[in-house]
Every structure is written in C-alpha cells, then in structure tokens.
C-alpha cells in the first residue's frame, strides 16, 4: 500500500513538473519572438546567438538553436545526470516548435512603435516562463544548462548565473547592428527576465519563522505537528519584567503556511503572543536541500 501510495506521489510531482514546463516554454516562446525577436532585440542565452544568426543570415532560429543544444545536452547528461537530460530535452524540442510556430505568426511587433514597452512586456512573459520551467525542474536547453550547473555547485542564484553568460552575447550584438540604443533594451530586457525568473523561483520558496508564546503550547505544538505537518521546538525561556519562566514553541514553516498557523493558534489561545519574521536559507528535511 505504501509502494503504491509512493508511486502516486511520484506521477503526481512528474505530470505537474511538465505542465509547468509546457507552460513556461509557450510563455516564453511568445514573449521572446513577439515582443523581441520582433523588435530586432538580442537577448542573452542561446537564443540571443540564435537571433544573431537569424539577423545575420537569416537562418531559422529553431535550426541553429536545436544545433547548439546538441552539445550542451551532452554536457548536461554527464554533469547533471539523466533525470536532468529527459526534461531538457522536452524542454528544448518544445521551445524550438513553439519558436518555429511564433517566428511565422509575429513577423511584425505587436506594440508597433513603443520597443521599450514591448522590451519590459517580453522580459516580464520570459522571466515568468523560465520560472516555471526551473519550478518543474526543467530546462529550455542553452545557458540554462550552464546556469544550473553553476547552481548545483555554488550558491548563487539562476538568474545571477545567467547574467554573466548574457553580457557577453548581448555585448556582441554590436558587430552586427552597431546601435547602442539596441544594446540598451536588450540589457533592459536582461534585467527584466532574471528579475521576475527568480521572483518566480523563491517566491514558493520564502520561508518564515514564528515564535509562540503561550500556556497552551503543548497542545499548540501537537496541532502544529498534526494539523500542518511541520516540526516544532520548545525552548525555555524567563520574562524579563515578570521574571517568570515561560515555554516558547518555535517553527519554521513555508509562507504560504503563515496563514494556517495564525488561525491554528488563535483557535487553541486567541491570547498568545505570537513574532513572525522571514528567514532565508532554511536547509534540511521539509526544506530545501544542505548545499555542500
């Protein structure tokens, strides 16, 4: 029973990883080729080398991106293993039919005449789509790849990875269109996508912590352990004005479980002083992983 309940669990987390990544991949496969590529903008990543190529050659960007990432899949199969390389790889043949599908439909820009709305619109819709697609544990190919390898082995964030990649692409777009007005939307854009990639990214991740105060926190702390299934630590602690000794029930929990423990606690004592604050960087069981 157990064996089957955990192979549920497992197709579960598998089905909504893909859709995750099936989203991120139309979100940012739209906001690049109609609010970008149709503005004649390079962006950084694979896909600003494959839209240097385009303009240059007029080489489909879904040939010359399937090309790239031929490589970088390898490299991806023996740093990140083959559970990493199987969604990479729905993820770059996915991106490179929705970007051979948008590329025929958004020949022109949408918002014809305003580049730096359509620049901040694209990099919001990219942003939010490669989100998504590290949510589901993904990856649309390119410096992405790069990126997560730099994240498994360091403790600097994807979108901080992916700027370093993207300043030397976008720095040489300027061979080609020698405009500096170009150069600036297109580190606009950057700034834009890696901002919103990791509001997307930890904004599921925010953790907070909570001290409880109260004579009820036996029965707290079980309801707490029960009710919202996070662990909990009784300190002993003394009131500096009353000088009386005084339990305190501490608990790291996810943010999106504040609201449940404010109602849990104010249900068993509505006279509890309770002291929330945000943390960052909690490791270990219920978390996310130790980096070592």
Aim: aromatic fraction near 12%.
């Amino acid at each position: 029973m157990r064996k089957k309940r955990k192979q549920i669990s497992q197709l579960y987390y598998a089905i909504n990883d893909y859709l995750l990544i099936a989203l991120g991949l139309v979100l940012y496969a739209f906001g690049w080729t109609a609010f970008i590529l149709s503005n004649e903008i390079v962006t950084g990543g694979v896909t600003g080398i494959c839209a240097l190529i385009f303009f240059s050659t007029g080489l489909p960007v879904s040939v010359s991106y399937i090309a790239i990432n031929i490589v970088l899949l390898i490299i991806a199969f023996k740093v990140l293993g083959a559970k990493y390389l199987i969604k990479t790889v729905f993820g770059v043949v996915g991106l490179s039919v929705l970007l051979t599908l948008f590329q025929s439909v958004f020949t022109e820009p949408i918002l014809k005449g305003e580049p730096a709305m359509a620049i901040v619109i694209g990099g919001i819709l990219c942003g939010a789509g490669l989100g998504l697609i590290f949510s589901g544990n993904g990856s649309s190919g390119g410096t992405d790849i790069v990126a997560s390898i730099v994240n498994k082995y360091r403790n600097i964030s994807i979108g901080r990875a992916l700027i370093f990649c993207d300043f030397i692409i976008i720095g040489s777009s300027y061979f080609l269109f020698h405009s500096v007005d170009k150069i600036v939307f297109s580190f606009v854009e950057m700034l834009v996508c890696n901002y919103v990639l990791d509001m997307v990214l930890n904004g599921n991740r925010q953790s907070v912590q909570f001290f409880i105060f109260s004579p009820k926190y036996d029965e707290i702390c079980e309801r707490i352990i029960s009710d919202i299934g996070r662990g909990c630590t009784i300190l002993d602690g003394t009131g500096g004005y009353s000088h009386k000794s005084v339990k305190v029930v501490v608990v790291l929990a996810k943010k999106s479980e504040s609201v449940a423990i404010f109602r849990l606690v104010k249900q068993i004592d509505n006279k509890a002083f309770i002291s929330q604050s945000t943390v960052r960087g909690v490791y270990g069981e219920g978390f996310d992983p130790i980096k070592t």
